[in-house]
């Protein structure tokens, strides 16, 4: 990543930074310990070092040989404990040509997205009243932001491989996708099928597909 690149990168962080006072400096979390609604208790400062403030995992690129074409690479606080309390998160998503991370939502935080390498197409769904589709093709160097819970994806358009950095407004901002909710579960392909007029014989091939039952 060039220096321009990483400059950019560190833009679309800064509107997440959290205004809250803390009363202390820090709380690296202690994912062995009980998690709390503003969220993990806090490491023995005694045992925090440097390394707990910094992430390597989005150094390199996820493998994306399956049936999306694509991977996401978290650095949520369960992945990076530094986060705790910081209101801060981020990702790394990599894309082969006509990959996609599939319709999904983030229950607990808006989304930014900066593509970093070749070009996707992504969007959100609007939850208010008209579901309506917000739409744009986004080439290098460009961002987009996804309003909280509303359910958006991206799709690599183009011929030649994606790489997208996403940041978040919390340090758990959670996922959910949306055809894992569907079909990657025990839901009775009954339900399904009464729940989203989709066909039974469809949905149950969708479920052996993506590893459901049901």
């Known amino acids: ?26 709380c690296v979390a202690d994912l ?47 992945q990076f404990p530094g986060l705790n309390g910081l209101n801060l998160a981020a990702a790394r998503a990599d894309f082969a040509p006509g990959g996609a991370i599939p319709l999904h939502t983030h229950p607990y935080s808006s989304e930014m997205i900066y593509v970093v390498e070749g070009s996707v197409t992504a969007g959100f769904v609007s939850g208010i009243t008209s579901n309506k589709v917000y739409v744009k093709k986004l080439k290098k160097g460009e961002i987009m932001v996804f309003p909280q819970g509303l359910v958006h994806f991206q799709v690599n358009t183009g011929s030649e491989n994606a790489v997208v950095f996403a940041t978040f407004g919390n340090a758990d901002p959670g996922v959910q996708m949306i ?10 392909s009954f339900l399904v099928e009464k729940t989203t007029n989709i066909d039974q014989a469809e949905v149950r091939k969708l479920k052996k597909l993506l590893g459901g039952s049901g």
């Open 32 to 78: 062995n310990g009980y998690q709390t609604p503003s969220g993990y208790v806090c490491k023995n400062p005694a045992n925090v070092t440097a390394d707990d403030f910094v992430f390597s995992g989005l150094v390199t690129g996820a493998n994306t040989t399956n049936i999306n074409k694509a991977a996401a690479t978290p650095a949520t606080v369960q």
């Open 1 to 26: 990543m060039s220096s321009l690149q990483q400059f950019l990168l560190l833009i679309t962080l800064l509107p997440f930074f959290s205004s809250t006072s803390l009363a202390v400096d820090f």
């Open 179 to 188: 055809n894992a909710a569907l079909f990657g579960n025990d839901f009775s």
